[in-house]
């Protein structure tokens, strides 16, 4: 109960900052209002216009002597002479375009001196009703076909007739971005790209959808570290070896370009090929950089830049040394406008003020279309932001910038960040992106660029529509955000261990921020391997996640929609999950703590100590654990509700869930899940969630409407491999267990005389094979009220044994249970004992969370070490197993050791798969 108040008083506060943020959106109203007054001044810029004229006419006189400016920058200077000599006249000016492609000679460059005013505010619009463009391409309309005979050979035979070329030089372009490794993972730059009829085109790349595999490395490969071991199939360095005779078509290439998740499906990189050795197939990589992690066997790459597999339609590829670009246009291009992106950005706006962008299409640069840093009160409204080479939009600072009502897509990295604020005095920014609608983004950079990217403090993101991406759609780590009514689908399909909705990773002092409220859906992984909701990773803690929707999200194997990966301080409240594999998982981060990051900000001080008080003592309150998480009044429809592990079970708080029986859900008018009115749910405290004001809404400011979107298809579950099985001689395995004639102490000995029977030899692998190393012992008894189950496992070397605590990767032991004498058998307990005496209940044979925790409170274990073998030993009352040890009971049985020296997992009876698989291992029978 004390927790539960202690939650409450937190989401007191989060709700002082949701009336913050309610008084900005008065306050955004208020200033939309306010604009579709008349200003006093008007200034207007055309395509047919002239710099030298006045811009005081919206189309040029009879006599062509007077009428709008042609270009924005001439409408920026008249502004600043009218400031100079008048001042702003009240009610500001606002600088018409009309309609047309204006293309940029350089960025259009905005700084302090072209500020407004509250009152005389500064505002750059399109005309309502016409397309105007501001754009950092150029068009391309010299187009000839191929005839050089070298460069027709190096051609797929099927596009010699299709491809055509044109001469950048002749047009006026010649500044070519090098083609070179990014430096990052997860980070770099395409330079100079082709846009046809409004759409980025592709580099010519193989394989033309999806990717190439790593098969192996040569022999003489140093394997990648993981987790301060060598990791399996791996390797430090760019050589690996590939499948089939593909390269054999490249041999002419230079530049070559690779695009990999080489290790992790999370971690992507560019890297340029060296050499390919085709007879050998393999390839080499530059030796600098390589990628931060190594290489694996099995991840997936692409190869890019390479006229040779420019053979289909929409494809391009740049002769960067003799500047001539090769494309096979999709459609006919007389009938089309082929643009190549120049500019470095279109729009800066440095220590800018009260200057607003309206109605106006941003596209066709290299970089960000629009970055604002520093300034005040800057908004971009009711405009579309895309193809561009990096994000859509970047406010670096500042305060109160905005961006609502706007479109973004087809961006190379994610579409908006919000930066700003004091963290050292948690001043918010007061930054929103509201109402946009933002899909199809990081197409370049997949990893790690959302669709709203929030840092600092005091920033909020509400009422967007956000799809169509390979990773995240909103990250929020820092303090006191707001993340509330957006709808996010369609996400994180080409990552597996990834969310949509990032609150925050490996830092402590990210607290205080609200996600509620979203409609979060139809997410499954890459190639349907399952990803999250929401996430808090790595010790993220005091985040308040209230009233989302959350439905049809496809989990990884012991994760959730909802996942706290080692936080505290957390609430989940009133959430309704639907047809998720899981809906909340909390467990503990082995990392260790991340103490260095409370070094960024003054924690034990004002504002810090009194806005988060549990953060001031962290360091004395056993600070590497998930404490004081709370899961309260939520419902679940479908699928497993909650899991823990055995460290964050008993120190969280779950009561009134509405998790077993009909919660009577129904579909609201814009088809979200909500709670029927007369709901049995209702009656344990579940609140009804606002669901009709989720998502965009039409007004003034929204770039279009209506908005149509698409879910992606739901993707086949992925298939495990069929396994042969490998049939045993003599039926079920059996295991007698004797009742114990003299105490037996848990100590991790062995003593004589202390078991009542010998051990018996492990020696069968998952798959039933011989092991290659020597055999661990088994020893099994019982008493009038525990089990007792010991492992001895030989060993050469104890000083490299791993005495970590991380299952699969240390040197550990794992036992499993069941009552098969019940009809239905028990639920199957997997006790898991490592070489420092820790003992975890693990869930992944589907114990319920309630019944993990009573094995944590009373099953024991113990393990010592000597020179020549490692001993565990378990202790696990019968009661714990509702059980009771007479004679001829049976309980389901298997035991497994991971040996990491000689790298090997040694089983009792191997199962063909996890060792909690009981069916297919044996049986203890009591004698």
């Given at each position: 109960m004390l927790r539960i108040e202690w939650m409450r008083r937190a989401v007191a506060v989060g709700l002082a900052l949701l009336a913050f943020c309610d008084g900005d959106q008065a306050r955004l109203n208020g200033a939309e209002t306010a604009e579709l007054a008349a200003p006093s001044v008007n200034v207007y810029v055309a395509i047919d216009g002239n710099d030298a004229w006045s811009g005081t006419l919206a189309i040029p006189n009879e006599a062509k002597t007077d009428g709008p400016f042609a270009t924005p920058e001439r409408a920026r200077d008249e502004i600043r002479k009218l400031k100079v000599e008048k001042g702003l006249p009240p009610g500001g000016v606002t600088v018409e375009l009309r309609e047309g492609t204006y293309e940029l000679a350089q960025p259009f460059a905005l700084t302090e001196a072209d500020s407004g005013t509250a009152e005389a505010p500064v505002t750059y619009r399109g005309r309502q009703g016409e397309t105007v463009r501001l754009t950092g391409g150029r068009g391309l309309t010299n187009w000839t076909p191929v005839t050089d005979p070298a460069i027709v050979a190096r051609l797929d035979e099927a596009a010699r007739p299709h491809v055509l070329l044109a001469d950048m030089k002749a047009a006026g372009i010649t500044q070519f971005s090098e083609m070179v490794s990014a430096k990052p993972w997860a980070e770099s730059q395409p330079g100079l790209e082709l846009f046809f009829n409004d759409e980025p085109m592709t580099l010519a790349r193989w394989p033309n959808e999806g990717y190439s595999i790593i098969t192996g490395f040569p022999p003489d490969a140093k394997p990648a570290i993981l987790w301060g071991k060598p990791a399996p199939n791996s390797s430090v360095e760019g050589r690996f070896l590939y499948g089939g005779d593909r390269p054999l078509r490249w041999a002419a290439e230079k530049n070559i370009m690779l695009h990999g998740f080489w290790f992790w499906d999370w971690a992507d990189q560019r890297l340029k090929v060296e050499s390919i050795d085709v007879e050998k197939r393999s390839i080499a990589l530059e030796s600098k950089p390589q990628h931060h992690f190594g290489f694996r066997k099995g991840q997936w790459y692409y190869a890019y830049n390479l006229l040779p597999e420019l053979d289909q339609p929409g494809e391009w590829y740049l002769d960067r040394e003799r500047g001539i670009l090769y494309f096979w246009p999709p459609s006919d291009l007389s009938n089309g406008r082929a643009v190549v992106s120049v500019l470095p950005s279109l729009v800066t706006m440095d220590n800018v003020s009260y200057v607003t962008l309206r109605g106006i299409t941003f596209e066709a640069t290299q970089g960000t279309a629009v970055t604002i840093t520093g300034g005040s009160d800057v908004r971009i409204a009711g405009c579309v932001i895309r193809n561009t080479g990096s994000w859509g939009i970047q406010v670096k600072g500042g305060d109160r910038h905005q961006v609502i009502g706007c479109d973004l897509y087809a961006t190379g990295d994610g579409g908006v960040i919000l930066d700003g604020g004091d963290r050292n005095t948690l001043t918010p920014a007061g930054h929103a992106v509201e109402n946009c609608h933002i899909h199809h983004y990081s197409r370049w950079d997949p990893m790690y660029k959302p669709g709203v990217q929030l840092r600092g403090v005091g920033s909020r993101v509400s009422h967007c529509l956000i799809h169509d991406a390979p990773h995240m759609g909103i990250a929020a780590p820092g303090n006191d955000h707001v993340v509330e009514y957006n709808e996010c689908h369609s996400l994180v399909f080409l990552a597996n261990d990834a969310e949509a909705i990032h609150g925050g990773w490996y830092d402590w002092t990210t607290r205080g921020t609200i996600i509620r409220y979203n409609y979060i859906h139809d997410c499954f992984g890459h190639d349907g391997h399952g990803c999250k909701a929401i996430r808090l990773d790595d010790h993220v803690g005091g985040?308040?996640?209230?009233?989302?929707?959350?439905?049809?999200?496809?989990?990884?194997?012991?994760?959730?929609?909802?996942?706290?990966?080692?936080?505290?301080?957390?609430?989940?409240?009133?959430?309704?999950?639907?047809?998720?594999?899981?809906?909340?998982?909390?467990?503990?981060?082995?990392?260790?703590?991340?103490?260095?990051?409370?070094?960024?900000?003054?924690?034990?001080?004002?504002?810090?100590?009194?806005?988060?008080?549990?953060?001031?003592?962290?360091?004395?309150?056993?600070?590497?654990?998930?404490?004081?998480?709370?899961?309260?009044?939520?419902?679940?429809?479908?699928?497993?509700?909650?899991?823990?592990?055995?460290?964050?079970?008993?120190?969280?708080?779950?009561?009134?869930?509405?998790?077993?029986?009909?919660?009577?859900?129904?579909?609201?008018?814009?088809?979200?899940?909500?709670?029927?009115?007369?709901?049995?749910?209702?009656?344990?405290?579940?609140?009804?969630?606002?669901?009709?004001?989720?998502?965009?809404?039409?007004?003034?400011?929204?770039?279009?409407?209506?908005?149509t979107h698409t879910v992606r298809p739901t993707p086949p579950r992925p298939v495990k491999p069929i396994v042969e099985r490998k049939v045993r001689k003599g039926g079920v395995p059996q295991i007698a267990a004797s009742r114990a004639q003299n105490p037996i102490t848990l100590d991790g000995v062995i003593a004589p005389g202390e078991w009542p029977a010998?051990?018996?030899?492990?020696?069968?692998?998952?798959?039933?094979?011989?092991?290659?190393?020597?055999?661990?012992?088994?020893?099994?008894?019982?008493?009038?009220?525990?089990?007792?189950?010991?492992?001895?496992?030989?060993?050469?070397?104890?000083?490299?044994?791993?005495?970590?605590?991380?299952?699969?990767?240390?040197?550990?032991?794992?036992?499993?249970?069941?009552?098969?004498?019940?009809?239905?058998?028990?639920?199957?307990?997997?006790?898991?004992?490592?070489?420092?005496?820790?003992?975890?209940?693990?869930?992944?044979?589907?114990?319920?969370?309630?019944?993990?925790?009573?094995?944590?409170?009373?099953?024991?274990?113990?393990?010592?070490?000597?020179?020549?073998?490692?001993?565990?030993e378990w202790v696990v009352p019968f009661a714990a197993l509702e059980a009771s040890p007479q004679s001829g009971l049976k309980l389901g049985f298997n035991v497994g050791v991971r040996r990491t020296e000689s790298d090997e997992w040694i089983i009792w009876a191997g199962a063909l798969g996890a060792t909690w698989q009981l069916n297919e291992a044996g049986l203890l029978v009591l004698q």
């Open positions: 985040l308040t996640l209230f009233g989302n929707v959350i439905e049809r999200i496809w989990c990884e194997q012991g994760r959730g929609a909802i996942t706290i990966h080692g936080g505290r301080d957390n609430l989940i409240e009133n959430n309704l999950f639907v047809d998720c594999d899981r809906g909340v998982r909390i467990h503990k981060c082995n990392a260790p703590p991340p103490e260095k990051s409370l070094e960024k900000v003054p924690y034990r001080q004002p504002p810090w100590s009194e806005r988060y008080p549990k953060l001031a003592t962290i360091l004395d309150d056993e600070p590497g654990l998930p404490k004081n998480n709370v899961v309260v009044h939520n419902v679940n429809q479908g699928g497993e509700f909650m899991s823990t592990d055995t460290v964050a079970a008993p120190i969280t708080t779950v009561k009134d869930n509405f998790t077993e029986g009909d919660p009577k859900i129904v579909r609201a008018a814009n088809g979200i899940p909500t709670l029927a009115p007369d709901s049995p749910a209702l009656a344990v405290g579940f609140q009804p969630i606002p669901v009709e004001k989720i998502g965009l809404y039409p007004n003034e400011l929204r770039a279009s409407w209506p908005v010998p051990g018996v030899p492990m020696k069968e692998t998952p798959d039933r094979q011989p092991i290659a190393g020597a055999p661990a012992m088994l020893y099994v008894a019982y008493d009038n009220e525990n089990l007792y189950v010991a492992v001895t496992v030989p060993i050469k070397d104890a000083a490299k044994l791993d005495k970590g605590e991380t299952w699969g990767v240390s040197d550990a032991a794992e036992l499993c249970l069941r009552n098969a004498s019940k009809t239905p058998p028990g639920p199957i307990a997997v006790l898991r004992g490592f070489l420092t005496g820790r003992l975890d209940a693990a869930p992944d044979a589907g114990m319920h969370p309630e019944d993990i925790l009573r094995l944590t409170k009373t099953a024991r274990f113990a393990a010592r070490t000597d020179a020549a073998n490692w001993v565990g």
